[in-house]
């Protein structure tokens, strides 16, 4: 993960805003920029890197020469990114995934940017050309991204919202911090005093539409009459993909494992590929929980059978209980099942919606109307 923080129409000295954006420094361990925008002294970009690809030209905002007047910070990753350069013939000025969203946007506007998108991302993105900022979030919102922004047009955007709450404003006391939406893009007018004014929020993607870089995808389409094993074979396609699109990095693979089916089968696959990919560095698997849980011995039983380097982290219920708030103030929610699946960072945290589908979770057996699917 990186850390993406932004400022624009600030009232207030930046050099004393930007220490708020040290509050996401741990996002990004590796570098972090502050850059202000050329002709708009009360506009800036702040990121924390952590470097998984291109750890030479990766640093954000990112500007290329042939885009001098667009600046771009993103947190994610770009499945897609060299399918569409090769494509759509782009030239790339670095090996940065995200460098494809200049050169879609360029192509095409942000609305055909962001549906020809396959990945997760939050992204800021400033075109001084046109004078227009936009804000971009995945479908699921599996990167976060929050925002604050007064009448008069102060607009503060970051990956966490503990980077925005201590920000200072002559017009209010406190900002109203609130999540982007997960799946929109937003456009705003840049003013020349560095001030925005909210032109449209735009749903770009609905979860039961087939998106639109689904049409370079290799999958074969089902139709009425359909065979079961074209269901299969599909399945194991983008089930295979799934994994292979997620392997883009300069860094070493690791696999959390529970021994659960989601988990497992995951770590299998993964195996396999790097194999196949003739990956050189064995594949190292994780399991994190109490001592003698029933995760850790179910995934001590997968890692021997799939031959990962296995590793165990043990905690008990004391030091469970202890970093509980330090695992709230970091997730920035009380959800029940978010910090459960967290406190040290659980391996259920891998887990997608299998177990839950086939109603795998041990207190289900309790569930006293499984047919009618209450529990869930």
Known sequence: ???????????????????????????????????????????CFGFHRLAVVDQLFGMQPIRVKKYPYLWLCYNGEIYNHKKMQHHFEFEYQTKVDGEIILHLY???????????????????????????????????????LFKAMTE????????????LVN????????LKVEPFLPGHYEVLDLKPNGKVASVEMVKYHHCRDEPL????????????????????????????????????????IGCLLSGGLDSSLVAATLLKQLKEAQVQYPLQTFAIGMEDSTDLLAARKVANHIGSEHHEVLFNSEEGIQVLDEVIFSLETYDITTVRASVGKSPSNIRKNTDILTQGYIYFHSCWCICNSTCL
Not at 152 to 163: I, N, P, Q, R, Y
Not at 219 to 248: Q, S
Request: net charge neutral; aromatic share 10%.
């Open 1 to 43: 993960m990186c850390g993406i923080w932004a400022l624009f129409g600030s009232d207030d000295c930046l050099s004393v805003q930007c220490l708020s954006a040290m509050k996401i420094a741990h996002r990004g361990p590796d570098a972090f920029r502050f850059e202000n925008v050329n002709g708009y002294t009360n506009c």
């Open 106 to 144: 360029d192509k095409g506007g942000i609305e055909q940017t962001v549906c020809m998108l396959d990945g997760v991302f939050a992204f800021i993105l400033l075109d001084t050309a046109n004078k227009k900022v936009f804000l971009g979030r995945d479908t699921y919102g599996v990167r976060p």
């Open 152 to 163: 008069d047009g102060f607009l503060a955007v970051c990956s966490e919202a503990k980077g």
């Open 167 to 174: 920000l200072k404003h002559s017009t209010t006391p406190f």
């Open 213 to 252: 870089h689904a049409l370079y995808d290799n999958v074969e389409k089902l139709f009425p009459g359909f065979e079961l094993e074209t269901v299969k074979n599909n399945l194991r396609i983008l089930f295979d993909n799934a994994i292979k699109k997620r392997l883009m990095t300069d860094r070493r």
